[in-house]
């Protein structure tokens, strides 16, 4: 059941508990080479740029979590095109995509699915829930009650659901796209703490530039654009490129680095709650797809301090007094980025580190 | 550093969040007091060193009123916001004040205000100490003028001081100021500074730059690191310890403590009013100066005298002018001299002196002289010690003159007849003892004597003690023993040690003459020099042909004249090994003295015939202790070294760093690696003046240092071109693949260096390449 922790992440975290990773990749799948990938990452995303526009970074961080096997929460405004990204990006894939839009009467059982008896066959038949699927968006999961939302979160983490005692595996590759609106929080279930340390990263779209609203403007006047895109690529070819992910090669000094960013936030005057060594894997996991999504076979620091902030800044806590000075999280990271030395590798010594 | 000794922008470096921030005006106002503080204290610390200078302690308190108030007026003054121009005027007026009130309070507004009788007081105050800084030897005694002078002095220092350090924010500029004060001690000290009080100075100045680098690099309020204290410490005691050592270890260098090399010669040149009080600085020097030739007709040796000295009392002897007695007109003096040369029954020598660089009141010529001719100036002459003075105060230094002189010519046998002087022979002042006699003086006078019974036996014999074999003859004793100079003390305290020169032994024999009733004086002048071998045209009254000597300051010399009835003022030699002993005065009877053998001073023995091709190398007597040939050569070795050692100074660090770029670009080449390239493009930067910092990504430093530099394309290549191949062999696991990433070649480097060096200002190119801050990198962490 527990797929092998990549060798590289599990030397790097040394010392921390080891713990499950939910994946259910067929071993026999080759990795894809790198052309190959390249190609296919960048059809992806120009798909992606046709219907979104002027959210080149959004759209390659969330095909950054998707390669890396996470889940992401894109929190913002209404009206910005987080459904749109999840929609497209699930749509580029020929895979299976399901919507579920939480509301505060969500079941749990509407979320994971239900034991129906079949009278035919006198028997209870599990009949699979909208979690059944590729690319899961959860629409508004904040509206939801806290029951629901934990049975979407134990789905994410542990990708299969247990119902009645039977254990029913999730396909893979799997996907959540949660989205959140931070303004009207009314009548809503705001995730917590801990159940937002399980999603990889956290962003959100902002406002398009003038230029990019009148382009769509011009092009989304005739119906929606999402009719249009046809899936870049199967579900085995996107098996394919994660695999070549966990394959990217991270050297020590760039996993010294991250140990050494995560106890930073640890030890940061401003922050009550630091990154979590959950965190930590998940951010050198989101830097080898980024990493890989930029063609290269290694990690650089540069893709782990590109990541920080999407990654770990919906985990911290900051301090009360911190927030009431106007500190966020993504200040902190920020310093701490600043105040980190970057490790030189064993195998280049020399004593001049600038 | 170099921020300390130019003034940092006005605005310190942004960032500093914990505290006050250096900006804050409660910050620098803080600050700015901490580093007055530092510098009243250092200048405070430097003052110590004028003890030796002006003898007790007693100038230690005016001293800290001058430093102190002007320096608490200027720290009012930025208190209160006057403007940073006005404040170093603020401090000169309250040291105006300040020095009115110790000075002249009598004379001056409400007691400390300069009025018009201040000024004048302050020009009387002036001219005693001008009278005691030509004639007295060091230490000095406090007396109102020297104080005055050093107060003013050191209280300008002082308001100097706050205005670099505090003002203008270049603390380490203000050690000039520092380092004035300490050139009283070093240069009129004969034992120069000394190790200690070289440490407090040091320690004053250090605190100085101290403060000023806590206020430019920290801010008030903040701890320091204990890095950096551990770093400033570790660099100003090895610093110290080099000033303390290469002195020590560099020929040429025979000052001590304070690295001030060979003590300049300020008094060379002109010797002053008071030739016994340089007479001894004089003799220790290493190079001679001061050079007289001379060319005359004698046979014997001459001794040219300058002045006399005839008053012992007082704590400090000087020559008097006894201007009274001085008559005009040098051409003839034998006109109602009362010294009459009636002993004197020797030929006529005529002497033709020239002074080079020798320039003194008095004029030199051997002794009788019966007349000078073609001497410049007004010249009076005295006929009791027939001392020839020109009464115009700035007369030429350079004289070409003529003297008549005649020789005295004595057998023994003529000495010892004579009898004791009359009672009204001399005038007092010749025969006068100070009332303090010291009881020890008596008692080397009753030893020496013993039962001689006529003057000239007595003489002989005082000349005998002094000359006897327990007596040394030293130039740096007394220098060491705290008894230079002269006076009544001084020779008591001579006696004890049994060493000294040329002054104490003629100022004992003179006193101890006085003492058995020979009425005596101390003559002062030159010894006879060495015989240049040249043969002027010329000749001499007689028709003897006229041979040319030549003296320097080496050749400074003191003997007594003793007055016989009779015969008149007689020569005699006590000093062992310097000069030559009169044929009357030698000693018959005392063969222990064949050893000292002073006339066979080589210098003295050169007949013209046996011309001294390199008249340095003759063999040294005993005691001499500086030759000035071989101080000479080493001087001049001395400065060849130190302009070796200061080309490479200047230069090493440029070779270092050189070096180190040609270490990398061989390792480059050898793995290949691209470590080594990236490691100078780093080190390429800091010299250029853009640092990487330790959290940059080299990602983030190329960027930074394309931006920052405004690389042109083709050079941004080569940056790109450098950092991807550092990247890979860094993070992608060097050999974890079979291929290598590309070296880039050492040419992409030098792309960049081209270009930094094309954006940099021409003093940015000079500090980066021939001072490298990358060079100092290596010593920091942060």
Request: charge should be negative; include cysteine; hydrophobic fraction near 40%.
């Amino acid at each position: 059941m527990d797929a092998p922790i990549p060798p590289a992440a599990a030397a790097s975290l040394n010392g921390f508990p080891s713990r499950k990773t939910a994946t259910a990749l067929k071993s026999s799948l080759a990795p894809v080479d790198a052309e190959a990938f390249q190609t296919a990452a960048e059809g992806i995303l120009a798909a992606v740029n046709t219907v979104i526009d002027g959210k080149e970074d959004a759209a390659r961080l969330v095909l950054t979590v998707l390669l890396a096997e996470g889940h992401v929460l894109l929190e913002d405004v209404p009206g910005v095109g987080k459904t749109m990204l999840a929609k497209t990006l699930a749509r580029t894939i020929d895979c299976t995509v399901s919507r579920i839009q939480f509301t505060p009467d969500l079941l749990p059982s509407d979320v994971t699915g239900v034991s129906i008896y079949n009278q035919d066959s006198h028997r209870f038949e599990f009949r699979q829930g909208p979690v059944f699927a590729n690319v899961v968006i959860a629409d508004e999961i904040n509206r939801a009650s806290a029951k629901t939302q934990s049975a979407l979160l134990e789905c994410m983490e542990e990708h299969q659901v247990t119902v009645d005692g039977g254990t029913h595996r999730l396909s893979a590759p799997f996907i959540v796209v949660a989205t959140q609106n931070p303004i009207e929080m009314e009548g809503t279930y705001p995730l917590p703490e801990a159940q937002r340390d399980r999603f990889m990263a956290r962003l959100s779209l902002g406002y398009p530039d003038a230029r990019s609203e009148v382009e769509m403007l011009e092009n989304h006047q005739s119906g929606s654009p999402l009719e249009s895109i046809t899936p870049v690529v199967g579900i085995r070819e996107a098996s394919a490129m994660i695999a070549r992910v966990r394959d990217i090669y991270v050297s020590d000094a760039v996993k010294e680095y991250t140990v050494s960013l995560g106890r930073a936030t640890r030890e940061h005057p401003d922050l009550r709650l630091g990154a979590s060594p959950r965190s930590l894997l998940q951010l050198l996991r989101a830097a080898k797809a980024y990493a890989a999504l930029e063609g290269r076979d290694f990690v650089l620091p540069d893709d782990v301090t590109g990541l920080a902030d999407a990654v770990l800044a919906h985990r911290l806590l900051l301090q009360r007094k911190a927030a009431v000075a106007g500190t966020t999280a993504s200040d902190v990271i920020a310093s701490v980025i600043a105040a980190v030395p970057v490790p030189r590798s064993a195998g280049v010594p020399e004593r001049l580190r600038r | 550093m170099s921020a300390l000794l130019t003034r940092p922008e006005a605005v310190p470096v942004p960032g500093r969040q914990q505290g006050p921030g250096p900006g804050s005006p409660d910050g620098r106002e803080t600050a700015n007091i901490g580093v007055a503080a530092a510098g009243a204290l250092a200048v405070l610390l430097c003052a110590l060193s004028v003890h030796g200078v002006i003898e007790g302690w007693s100038w230690l308190p005016p001293l800290f009123f001058t430093v102190l108030v002007p320096l608490a007026a200027t720290a009012g003054a930025r208190r209160l916001r006057v403007p940073q121009s006005l404040v170093p005027v603020a401090g000169m007026a309250v040291l105006a004040c300040t020095l009115t009130w110790l000075f002249a309070s009598s004379a001056s507004i409400l007691g400390f205000l300069p009025g018009p009788g201040t000024l004048a007081r302050a020009d009387a105050l002036l001219a005693e100490a001008r009278t005691v800084v030509l004639t007295e030897v060091t230490p000095v005694q406090p007396l109102p003028g020297i104080l005055f002078l050093c107060c003013a002095g050191i209280g300008l220092v002082a308001v100097l001081t706050d205005t670099l350090a505090a003002t203008l924010r270049m603390p380490a500029t203000a050690g000039l100021g520092l380092f004035a004060v300490l050139m009283i001690p070093a240069v009129l000290k004969p034992e120069s500074l000394g190790a200690g009080y070289f440490l407090l100075a040091a320690a004053g100045y250090l605190l100085l730059l101290a403060a000023g680098a806590r206020r430019e690099q920290l801010g008030p309020g903040t701890r320091i690191p204990r890095t950096w204290a551990a770093r400033g410490t570790a660099v100003s005691a090895s610093a110290l310890a080099l000033a303390l050592l290469l002195p020590a270890v560099l020929p040429g260098f025979n000052g001590g403590a304070f690295p001030e090399g060979t003590k300049f010669n300020f008094f060379s040149g002109s010797t002053g009013l008071n030739p016994v009080v340089t007479l001894g600085n004089d003799l220790r020097q290493p190079q001679s100066a001061g050079r007289i030739t001379y060319a005359t007709s004698s046979e014997e040796p001459v001794y040219l005298r300058s002045t006399t000295l005839e008053d012992f009392s007082g704590s400090r002897w000087a020559p008097d002018l006894r201007a009274d007695e001085r008559r005009e007109g040098v051409a003839s003096m034998t006109r109602g001299a009362s010294a009459s040369p009636e002993g004197r029954q020797g030929a006529q020598v005529v002497t033709r002196i020239s002074s080079d660089t020798y320039s003194s009141p008095w004029l030199l010529a051997p002794y009788y002289p019966l007349g000078v001719a073609g001497a410049d100036g007004n010249w009076s002459w005295d006929p009791k010690t027939m001392t020839v003075l020109n009464e115009d105060s700035d007369g030429a230094s350079r004289q070409d003159y003529q003297v008549l002189s005649v020789a005295g010519e004595f057998t023994p046998e003529q000495l010892a007849a004579l009898p004791e002087a009359g009672s009204t022979s001399v005038d007092a002042v010749f025969t006068d003892l100070p009332a303090d006699l010291p009881e020890n003086i008596r008692d080397a006078t009753a030893e020496a004597v013993e039962d001689a019974a006529t003057p000239y036996a007595k003489a002989m014999a005082i000349q005998g003690y002094l000359r006897g074999p327990q007596f040394s003859y030293s130039l740096q004793a007394p220098v060491e023993g705290g008894y230079d100079g002269n006076g009544i003390s001084v020779l008591s305290e001579f006696l004890e040690r049994k060493a000294g020169y040329c002054v104490h032994f003629a100022a004992a024999m003179a006193v101890m003459a006085r003492q058995e009733g020979i009425p005596s004086r101390m003559a002062l002048g030159y010894a006879p020099g060495q015989d240049t071998g040249r043969t002027p045209d010329g000749t001499g009254p007689d028709g003897q042909p006229l041979r040319e000597f030549e003296v320097d300051s080496t050749d400074a010399h003191a003997w007594p004249e003793l007055y016989f009835e009779g015969a008149g003022w007689v020569r005699f030699e006590p000093t062992p090994s310097r000069g030559s002993v009169p044929d009357y005065a030698q000693q018959q009877q005392t063969p222990a003295n064949a050893n000292i053998r002073d006339d066979d001073d080589p210098r003295l023995s050169g007949a013209p015939a046996t011309a001294p091709a390199v008249p340095q190398e003759a063999p040294l007597a005993p005691e001499t202790v500086l030759e000035p040939g071989d101080a000479g050569g080493t001087a001049w070795l001395g400065a060849v070294l130190g302009a070796l050692a200061a080309a490479a100074a200047v230069l090493t660090p440029w070779a270092m760093r050189r070096r180190r770029a040609a270490r990398r670009r061989n390792a480059a080449a050898e793995g290949p690696r691209a470590a080594p390239v990236w490691d100078e493009l780093a080190d390429l930067g800091i010299d250029y003046g853009y640092p990487g910092r330790t959290a940059d990504t080299p990602r983030t430093y190329a960027r930074r240092l394309a931006d920052d530099a405004g690389f042109s394309p083709p050079a941004e290549e080569a940056l790109t071109r450098i950092r991807l191949s550092y990247e890979e062999e860094a993070y992608a696991g060097a050999g974890r693949r079979g291929g290598r990433a590309p070296v880039p070649p050492w040419g992409d480097l030098e792309t960049v260096q081209a270009e930094l060096r094309r954006g940099a200002s021409l003093p940015r190119q000079l500090h980066a390449r021939f001072l490298p801050p990358s060079l100092a990198m290596r010593f920091r962490h942060d």
